[in-house]
């Protein structure tokens, strides 16, 4: 069973940045892939990036390209995302999640392992 813990809560204002962390407990963290989905109360969880085993697959959510990286630190067990350019539309829960797999996923069905997820605030 993999934990995942993100941390990077935050009350931005418009324009500014964020980064977000996600830290996991399983020691073959390289074998994942890892992603990030937010989510308002609600609604349904929405792909937001991801990023494969080794950092170089990477996938974003069309909204996010540009704005959003996806990276990512084997040797921490943590993967980052940060968020540049925010807007009140950013708006969310956001959350981590992983599954083993080479190639980055970009469904939120695909995954086995989630975070708690943490509430990102944009103010305008």
């Known amino acids: 069973q993999v934990q995942l813990v993100e941390s990077g809560v935050g009350l931005v204002q418009a324009g500014g940045s964020l980064r977000l962390s996600c830290t996991a407990s399983e020691h073959t963290f390289s074998s994942y892939c890892l992603g990030w989905f937010r989510q308002a109360p609600g609604k349904e969880r929405e792909f937001v990036a991801a990023?494969?085993?080794?950092?170089?697959?990477?996938n974003y959510a069309d909204s996010k390209k540009g704005r959003f990286t996806i990276s990512r630190d084997n040797a921490k067990n943590t993967v980052y995302l940060q968020m540049n350019s925010l807007k009140p539309d950013d708006t969310d829960g956001y959350y981590c999640?992983?599954?083993?797999?080479?190639?980055?996923?970009?469904?939120?069905?695909?995954?086995?392992?989630w975070g708690q997820g943490n509430q990102v605030t944009i103010s305008s």
């Open positions: 990023i494969g085993w080794n950092g170089a697959s990477t």
């Open positions: 999640a992983a599954v083993i797999r080479a190639y980055a996923a970009g469904s939120s069905s695909a995954y086995d392992y």
